[in-house]
């Protein structure tokens, strides 16, 4: 005789019982997000350092440009000033001295006798433009005395030289200060870099000194000035960045780590899930394999089998083979669900549904001795949008679970309403309220926020001699989810059940 060991559970060769996996992470799986929330960090981190030294790397070149740009500006000012001025005071001091005569002759007297006249046409020039005045031959005055201009106002810093060349680039004149070892350049570039003999850089510009009268070559004025402050400005802002870059790093680093964790705790949740998960689907699937594995071996050490026993023995296989394919369809429906695939959606009327569901459980109930009763408006129909099977599947579910869970005797509501939802964004929405209400056994308020769990069964033995896998309650959620809808449940033991399932209605 083939025996059904799940039918009776006194002989049900799996005697461990279906406990909930403990939650609390194993080691392996620590480690595993531990090291995964380390390469986050270190990766996090390194982009951070790229970004910011480049970043840093873009700012200096930034400022140091901006004080390039500025301070060329600056001295081409400073040298169009002194120029205009030279420029002026010489082409009148050479048409006085000459009484009128050709530009030429002017130009051979100025380079014939540049000690005797040069001197006094520059002197000429205010000692604010020019100070510290010194012509070619004569000896000056070192170090460089500061020119103040009306209320002691410094009119050029003290990092400026002018130099006035000859039409044959011969020195004729210099002033401001004497950098030393600074090479006398030519005067085809107007811009140059120069550096001096202790390595000192120095910005110059090259300004032709015309006669005003007939644009005749008079001479070449050189201005320009140190870039020792710009130097240690730019010094300064280096060390700035270089410090703080290895400050922010640390601070990067640390809130790498924090934002790390943030990021991976869903993901751990969601892992452990899938864990729970896949050790529920195994044990489920593993206890009607294991049924028909003990029913064929009992049968197979029988030295002979009647037709009553083998058609016995093929009844238990069809009846877990029929298990492991509604286990298999519903796993199969939530992994749809989960990935958000849309069924073929239709106007659905739910007054139609609830009562294709109460003909299909009115023999159950009297089976079980539980009045079930639908209460529902006749017009006007409430219509939703969706899939007509998930729908029946939800609602189907949800009054299956109150059947079973309710003693004889007991009574199971169905009821249909419609109101309005008023909502910021959106205004005002219709939805249909669907009710189920039992007056089964309760549910303990530790159990309440799990039973939508999948394999989450509040009574094992029961659900296993009526062939329930425990994903009942989580299809049904997932179906309420895709629909935009919700589920709700508000229970008190020994004394029922309210399950509210919410779904928008059109129209």
């Not at 810093?157 to 600074?182: D, I, W």
């Not at 008190?492 to 309210?498: A, F, N, P």
């Amino acid at each position: 005789m083939a025996w059904d060991i799940v039918s009776t559970p006194n002989k049900t060769p799996n005697k461990t019982p279906n406990k909930t996996p403990n939650k609390t992470p194993n080691k392996t799986q620590t480690n595993l997000f531990r090291r995964s929330r380390w390469q986050l960090t270190v990766w996090y981190t390194s982009v951070m350092a790229v970004v910011l030294g480049l970043s840093g790397f873009g700012v200096y070149e930034a400022i140091a440009h901006a004080h390039r740009v500025t301070a060329d500006r600056e001295l081409k000012s400073v040298a169009e000033t002194v120029h205009d001025a030279i420029e002026k005071t010489l082409t009148v001091s050479s048409n006085g001295s000459m009484n009128g005569q050709m530009n030429g002759q002017i130009n051979g007297q100025i380079n014939g006798q540049m000690n005797g006249q040069i001197k006094g046409q520059l002197e000429a020039v205010s000692s604010s433009l020019l100070p510290n005045l010194c012509v070619a031959g004569e000896p000056c005055r070192v170090p460089f005395e500061q020119s103040r201009g009306h209320h002691g106002s410094t009119v050029y810093q003290s990092s400026y030289y002018f130099r006035v060349l000859s039409p044959n680039q011969e020195l004729m004149a210099t002033a401001g200060t004497f950098p030393k070892g600074l090479p006398l350049t030519g005067v085809e570039v107007s811009w140059h870099t120069l550096w001096d003999e202790s390595g000192n850089q120095y910005r110059q510009i090259a300004l032709p000194i015309n006669n005003l009268n007939d644009q005749s070559r008079l001479g070449t004025l050189l201005v320009g000035r140190s870039f020792s402050d710009f130097a240690a400005y730019l010094d300064m802002i280096q060390w700035i960045i270089l410090l703080s870059l290895p400050i922010t790093m640390g601070l990067i680093a640390v809130a790498s780590w924090w934002l790390a964790g943030v990021a991976l705790k869903p993901v751990q949740g969601s892992y452990q899930k899938i864990q729970q998960f896949t050790a529920d689907a195994a044990h489920e699937l593993r206890t009607p394999l294991a049924a028909t594995q003990a029913t064929t071996e009992s049968v197979l050490r029988l030295p002979h089998i009647s037709d009553d026993e083998a058609r016995e023995t093929l009844q238990v296989i069809t009846r877990q083979n029929h298990r492991l394919t509604s286990l298999v369809s519903d796993l199969l429906l939530l992994s749809r669900l989960d990935i958000q695939i849309t069924p073929i959606q239709a106007f659905c009327c739910l007054q139609d549904v609830l009562s294709d569901i109460e003909e299909e459980l009115a023999a159950l109930a009297i089976a079980n001795d539980i009045q079930l009763r639908v209460d529902q408006p006749v017009e006007p129909p409430i219509t939703v949008m969706g899939n007509e099977a998930h729908l029946y599947r939800l609602i189907l579910n949800v009054v299956s679970n109150a059947l079973q869970h309710t003693p004889p005797g007991g009574r199971v509501i169905i009821r249909l309403r419609q109101s309005i939802r008023t909502t910021f964004t959106e205004g005002e929405k219709r939805q249909a309220l669907i009710t189920v209400q039992d007056t089964g056994i309760g549910i303990a308020p530790e159990d309440q926020s799990r039973i939508f769990d999948r394999f989450y069964r509040l009574n094992k033995a029961r659900s296993r001699q009526t062939g329930g896998s425990g994903l009942g309650l989580s299809i049904a959620l997932a179906i309420a989810k895709v629909h935009g809808g919700d589920i709700q449940v508000q229970s008190q033991v020994e004394r029922g059940s309210v399950f509210t399932i919410t779904l928008p209605c059109v129209g």
